[in-house]
């Protein structure tokens, strides 16, 4: 019994140990967050994250760990954009880091697949990806109903199809480059195979 509890000791001891060791969790400041987000961000993203312009998206309830990866590439040109490289090369890590917890506690609203014609093949893509060319489903990194999984992969539901079109295209063509999985799977894809899976996403909640 004492051989026991002495292990039980030290275990609890060790085990203190590498907690006290463990790096602390960042300090975020929502209130900054807010106050940058408004700055800096808001005319093209809307006041509470939800854009209203297709071509920009909609960053409410993101992941924050990925939306400070995306800021951070956007400062270093990591990821190539002009306008969002002259945004974001004025903030500080720190700054990144308020905007994305804040952003997260915005409620995302939304959105609705337009095209009837071919949500069919876009569900089908999603969920099932492109055999033949061996095209994984979507639905395997970005989970079935578009939440993503946070830390890994961005939530996608309700995102503007506009903005899905361009950002698959773009790492498609060679344009984004900060992902080489997302060229692997987008190089296979066609145009009106894109603009499909991007529309079925729109209406995923």
């Known amino acids: 019994m004492k051989s026991l509890a002495v292990l039980l000791t030290a275990t609890l001891l060790a085990a ?19 106050a940058s987000f408004a700055a800096v961000c808001a005319a093209c993203h809307g006041a509470d994250g939800n854009s209203s312009v297709p071509t920009q998206p909609t960053l409410a309830e993101q992941h924050p760990e990925y939306l400070v990866k995306q800021l951070l590439e956007f400062k270093s040109g990591v990821r190539k954009d002009p306008v969002m490289q002259g945004f974001a090369s004025t903030l500080s890590e720190a700054d990144a880091r308020n905007i994305a917890y804040w952003l997260a506690t915005q409620k995302a609203k939304p ?30 990194c970005h989970s079935p109903n578009g939440a993503g999984i946070p830390a890994q992969y961005p939530r996608l539901a309700g995102q503007l199809s506009d903005y899905t079109v361009k950002q698959l295209t773009s790492f498609r063509d060679g344009g984004r480059t900060n992902n080489a999985p997302m060229h692997d799977v987008s190089a296979k894809m066609n145009d009106r195979e894109i603009k499909a899976v991007a529309d079925y996403i729109a209406g995923l909640r």
């Open 111 to 140: 959105g609705f697949a337009k095209n009837k014609d071919t949500v069919l093949l876009g569900e089908r893509i999603y969920r099932g990806g492109i055999q033949d060319r061996r095209v994984p489903a979507c639905a395997g």
């Open 16 to 34: 203190t140990a590498s907690a006290a060791d463990a790096p602390a969790a960042p300090k975020v400041d929502l209130a900054k967050g807010s």
